[in-house]
């Protein structure tokens, strides 16, 4: 039965990318010299630094400008509620890069597909929806579908088997 498999990964190749090139903008900037503003990559999270809250919306301009130019969409980023006040007057915001499907947003794209009548069935496997059919016209409106329904979340179709 040909299958495929939705999932939600970031591409960490670009995002390390876009945070070394931001790392390098900020360096460089006038605005910036002088203070300590930086942004470095902690294993899945951002760490943006500076000395003001107006400093830190600065650096996630840079920073989103350039994730976006390297087609890393943002909502892939978690954004902390809070700003972490460290030592004196530093600040620092803390995003969390977000991996595999989380139970909720899952349970939407099966109750989605079930709903949508197309003659599919999807399961929950971890953080991967699994989408089988009997074939693959059946999936191929099925991701069309999933697509139109979950425009905000950059979902991923892999594994399509026949």
Known sequence: MPSFDTVLEPDHVKIRNSV????KEIGTRFDFKGTGAKVELKDKEIHATGDSEFQLEQIEAVLYGKLTKQ????????????????????VRQVYKIKEGIPADLAKKIVASLKDSKLKVQAS????VVRVTGKNRDDLQ?????????????????KNFRD
Do not use: C, M, W
């Open 20 to 23: 070394d090139n931001s790392a």
């Open 71 to 90: 087609d890393v969409s943002i909502s892939f980023l978690d954004k902390a509620e809070k700003i972490d006040k460290l030592g004196g007057d530093k």
């Open 124 to 127: 929950v496997q971890g953080d």
């Open 141 to 157: 409106t099925a991701i069309a579908h999933l697509r139109k329904s979950f425009s905000d979340n950059p979902l991923e179709y």
